[in-house]
């Protein structure tokens, strides 16, 4: 730590893993001392730093005797008041998690996984030990969107959010765009680069997304559902020749999360979304995130940065440590009681009930009358039909040509259904694409 903070009031801090989130918040506290202790008042002296493997090589430079394999060093440690639990997964982060709140620290996580599978509970056992849990690096990396929603915004009633909640299918997504890579490719490219882990199928499949999503919701909302019953599609039906034809009509597809209000309940969801090109969302590339938020006072107000990353997630930890060093943490963490076990204040709308436009692929046998029938199956299920794209028949064996209908707005019941009555079409190849067209009257 630099000098200059060296003789202000010491808070004692700790870190539990040391991976790549850890090691930068390991050096923002030992390189930027007097950073953090200008805006908290006080240093937050790194104490001690507990991992796995002591042996592991690190890409941060601790000073002799920082690190241990023993957590008895934290949580027998009455001196040391808040620590970063930065351990993926499950198991044993949330041992992990409720034997440091136990033993009287405060808690800052990125931890999205364990806060939407086990929130309340890790959250009314904070709460009954008069502790606290902090997760801002949970939902957006470096965006601040959970101290903004819980805190800069709380004169308003949430009316919506729209989020791009996963930098590794947006960068996936905006390689097969502006590349013209294939999804596969897009995939290998994104691991290459280091925007997608060796097994990237949360990201691509949409459990990333909901997950954060369902943190949202709750804090915006008050909504108590669990993530796995957001319904959710990931990019991997989504094809090179899909972007094409979305582009072609005037419109990008991005992975997009959605909490918004229905009437009166809430409709959640996340897919891939076809999105105007020229609106914010729709032009958010590469490895980013961002967050369209309306509230009824202030409107639409909009968070654009980097959604993971060392540095960026980092940076989100250590504003936690801050603000919970300081107490202002203990302040919202009490007064907006968060996963407790009052009622929930709004509905969730049935999934089936909720409605959009629809941009359809399918792709078919060239025969005459085809283009008649599945009409007629929209048609026949109270869905009318926009725009409709179909180029001529290229030389091949199969003589599959695409298909593609823009519909107006219909309820995701109907889609289902002419989906499956469409898919039974002997001329129609399986594997049929429909994606929401999000409105862009309230963009």
């Not at 949330?94 to 136990?102: G, V």
């Not at 690096?137 to 989020?163: D, E, F, K, W, Y």
């Not at 280091?194 to 909901?210: H, L, Q, S, Y």
């Not at 009358?369 to 030389?395: D, R």
């Amino acid at each position: 730590m630099e000098n200059n903070s060296l003789d202000m009031e010491r808070t004692k801090v700790a870190i539990v893993g040391m991976g790549t989130v850890g090691s930068g918040v390991a050096r923002l506290l030992l390189d930027h001392g007097d950073r953090t202790a200008r805006h908290a008042g006080r240093t937050l002296w790194l104490e001690q730093v507990v991992v796995r493997d002591i042996h592991k090589k690190r890409d941060a430079d601790l000073p002799t005797g920082l690190i241990s394999d023993d957590l008895e060093k934290i949580t027998g440690d009455p001196e040391i008041k808040v620590v970063a639990q930065l351990i993926g997964g499950l198991e044993p982060a949330k041992t992990i998690m409720l034997r440091l709140l136990e033993s009287g620290k405060d808690v800052v996580t990125a931890n999205k996984a364990l806060l939407a599978e086990h929130g309340p509970e890790l959250f009314d056992r904070a709460r009954d030990l008069g502790r606290t849990i902090a997760f801002e690096a949970s939902v957006a990396g470096g965006i601040p969107i959970v101290a903004n929603i819980g805190q800069c915004l709380s004169a308003n009633q949430v009316t919506s959010i729209r989020a791009i909640l996963n930098g590794t299918s947006n960068y996936i997504l905006s390689q097969m765009e502006a590349a013209g890579l294939s999804f596969e490719n897009g995939v290998a490219d994104a691991k290459e680069k280091g925007f997608a882990e060796a097994d990237p199928r949360m990201d691509v499949d949409g459990t990333d997304a909901t997950q954060k999503l369902a943190i949202l919701a709750h804090l915006a909302f008050g909504a108590r559902i669990h993530w796995s019953e957001i319904p959710r599609t990931g990019i991997e039906g989504v094809s090179q020749q899909d972007i094409h034809f979305a582009e072609s009509l005037g419109y990008r597809i991005r992975l997009l999360a959605i909490a918004q209000m229905n009437q009166s309940a809430l409709e959640l969801h996340v897919s891939p979304t076809l999105i105007r090109i020229g609106q914010p969302l729709g032009e958010v590339r590469g490895p980013y995130n961002a967050v369209s938020v309306v509230g009824d006072a202030v409107g639409r107000v909009f968070f654009h940065g980097q959604g993971a990353g060392r540095m960026p997630t980092a940076s989100a930890v250590v504003a936690d440590m801050i603000d919970t060093a300081v107490g202002r943490t203990q302040l919202t963490f009490r007064n907006l009681e968060l996963w407790s076990d009052q009622q929930a204040p709004v509905a969730i709308l049935d999934p089936s009930m909720a409605s959009s436009r629809y941009f359809t692929r399918f792709m078919i046998q060239d025969q005459p009358g085809m283009l008649a029938k599945i009409a007629g199956i929209f048609g026949n299920n109270g869905i009318s039909i926009s725009s409709v794209i179909q180029h001529e028949p290229q030389m091949s064996k199969d003589d599959l040509v695409p298909l593609v209908i823009m519909t107006y707005n219909a309820t995701a019941a109907a889609a289902r259904q002419s989906l499956q009555e469409i898919e039974k079409l002997d001329s129609v190849q399986p594997g049929s694409l429909f994606l929401r067209v999000l409105d862009t009257s309230s963009l």
